[in-house]
């Protein structure tokens, strides 16, 4: 307990630094044009609670309002609108068309002043900080208690989380949501509302989370031990996670109110349309931007998660207009830690080593550890089967939900290392 005491108190230290860091740099991230989407959209927190009738799917609408609705999970409106009325400001005038140059969008309102855009992503930094309290406590439950230090200074450091978490975007959401996910997991026999919150929260952050559905549906199905019934196991628990997750979807979803059916149709066909025109638009005009043969898929996903820089933009519309800021930001070599091949290579052999000590726990462990480390197992890969399936881009952000699983198996890895490492050099 003394041990753990003195962890504790170190991570709680580093919390605290590690907070002042990403806050106070909120501003030096280079800017990226879907924040003034999300911006612009931000309004939806406003029309939520006075004009929800607003919010609601209506055939025949094109409106680009209604197309986010469709496409977009809604949950980082909600919470840019929230964190901005809190402080009295008002949702960005205009959106963001990228059809015009970056001064004619400026002239149009849609570029963020200053105030504004720090406002909102401190409000989404807010969520690192937390992720990072959950994936520690992760750690610790592996009966590790150095792992959960390791994992969380691993993903707090990481590259692209320090990007992609601090912009007024999605992703700092769905970090949250992905994490608590993984902490659920190892109470999910007792506490199945956790995993269908957690499941929910991260889907209507990205809608990409949709992999964590199954793994919650078999979280709450599989008990440690026999006890509880078969009517427990199979019947009961997934149908309450399901009536749990769905309940969810529908209260932050009012484009689903007066026509579900039809709005959840329209849903499907607006993203599978998205989807086809930006497959043609890139084959046309960056056709490297596209992953054509499935050996592809799994060398992106690797050189996206261990060894690229950061990669500010998917397009190459305003490159010219953000390379000073782009500049800036790289030459702190806190922003680029543990890239490249060296440093890539480094944490993939950790992540190895962690996934081969999970292995090891599910052969040899007490029944609670053999299940949450067998779920955390599955969780990985249904991430990883959703993005070989299902993403045809070589876009770097797309990566994002797959951190903080390789960062909690690199914690494992370098603890067992360290382990090893100590008992040898004490013989």
């Known amino acids: 307990m003394r041990s753990i005491s003195r962890i504790d108190i170190l991570f709680f230290c580093g919390l605290v630094l590690y907070s002042l860091f990403i806050f106070g740099g909120v501003r030096q991230v280079p800017f990226h044009p879907d924040e003034s989407t999300y911006l612009y959209m931000s309004s939806d927190f406003e029309r939520f609670f006075s004009r929800s009738s607003d919010l609601f799917w209506v055939p025949g609408d094109h409106s680009d309002q209604q197309r986010y609705r469709l496409i977009d999970a809604p949950l980082t409106r909600y919470i840019l609108g929230a964190g901005r009325s809190l402080v009295g400001l008002p949702p960005l005038s205009a959106d963001w068309d990228w059809s015009k140059s970056w001064e004619q969008n ?14 909102e992503r401190t409000t989404i930094s807010i969520f690192l900080p937390l992720s990072l309290i ?9 009966q590790h208690p150095l792992a959960g230090l390791f994992s969380a200074f691993l993903l707090g450091s990481n590259a692209l989380v320090l ?11 769905l970090l949250f949501g992905v994490t608590l996910f993984i902490f659920s997991l190892y109470y999910s026999d007792k506490n199945l509302w956790l995993p269908a919150v957690s499941a929910a929260l991260a889907f209507n952050a990205k809608h990409s989370a949709i992999a964590l559905f199954p793994v ?11 006890a509880g019934g078969k009517f427990r196991k199979f019947v009961r628990n997934p149908l309450l996670f399901l009536i749990t997750f769905l309940i969810i979807i529908l209260a932050l979803n009012p484009i689903l109110w007066n026509n579900p059916v039809g709005a959840a149709r329209a849903m499907i066909a607006a993203r599978s349309d998205l989807l086809d025109r930006q497959v043609a638009f890139a084959r046309q005009v960056a056709p490297q931007q596209i992953m054509e043969s499935p050996p592809e898929r ?5 050189t996206h998660l261990f060894v690229s820089p950061p990669i ?29 091949l060296w440093g890539g290579g480094i944490l993939l052999f950790f992540t190895l080593l962690g996934l081969f000590e999970g292995l090891q726990t599910i052969r040899k462990n007490d029944a609670l550890q053999r299940r949450w480390m067998m779920l955390l197992l599955i969780s990985t890969l249904s991430f990883l089967a959703v993005y070989l399936a299902a993403v045809p881009f070589t876009w770097q952000r797309y990566v994002i939900p797959l951190i903080p699983f390789t960062s909690l198996w690199a914690g494992l890895g370098l603890e067992r290392f360290l382990s090893v490492f100590i008992q040898r050099s004490s013989r």
């Open 106 to 119: 400026r002239v149009a309102g849609a570029l963020p002043d200053p105030k504004l855009l720090t406002v």
């Open 312 to 340: 500010f933009a998917e397009a190459g519309n305003y490159l010219a207009n953000t390379a000073e800021s782009e500049r800036i930001y790289m030459s702190s070599p806190v922003n680029n830690l543990f890239r490249g």
């Open 216 to 226: 919650g549906l078999l979280a709450v199905s599989i008990m440690p031990t026999p």
């Open 298 to 302: 799994p060398a992106i996903l690797l």
């Open 163 to 173: 990007v992609h978490g601090r912009r007024a975007m999605a992703e700092g959401i």
């Open 134 to 142: 959950l994936i520690f406590l992760s750690g610790r439950i592996s």
